[in-house]
């Protein structure tokens, strides 16, 4: 599978942003519902984490800490397509933001992700 993400940019602090993730499946019995996607971010300085996740069908997701309330991941199988919401955003949210794939259950640990796409930057600004 390939990931793409998108809609990076920069938006003030206590804004909102949307950024989308197109999972193509390499052949034609590789569909983007076989997998579960995780949504990662690495600030400047720091160490890449979790951001949250979401199943293979879209009916379960999960948050870190510090982005529950305020970002939603959804799907749309139909579209291929994986998106995180990010709404109240902080100034601590600038990073680059990476969707990852798997088969099977969503985890938190990065290194259970076979699929990265290339990261896709937010940048908040006071």
């Known amino acids: 599978v390939q990931l793409q993400a998108s809609g990076g940019g920069t938006v003030q602090a206590g804004g909102s942003l949307r950024v989308s993730c197109k999972v193509s499946?390499?052949?034609?019995?590789?569909?983007?519902?076989?997998?579960?996607v995780g949504w990662f971010r690495q600030a400047p300085g720091k160490e890449r984490e979790l951001v949250g996740n979401?199943?293979?069908?879209?009916?379960?997701?999960d948050y870190a800490d510090p982005v529950k309330g305020r970002f939603t991941i959804s799907r749309d199988n139909d579209k291929n397509t994986v998106t995180l919401q990010m709404t109240s955003l902080k100034l601590e949210d600038t990073a680059a933001y990476y969707c990852?794939?798997?088969?099977?259950?969503?985890?938190?640990?990065?290194?259970?992700?076979?699929?990265w796409g290339q990261g896709t930057l937010v940048t908040v600004s006071s």
């Open positions: 990852a794939a798997k088969k099977g259950l969503p985890s938190a640990r990065e290194k259970w992700y076979d699929y």
């Open positions: 499946g390499r052949t034609s019995s590789d569909y983007a519902s076989d997998y579960a």
């Open positions: 979401i199943n293979r069908n879209g009916d379960s997701t």
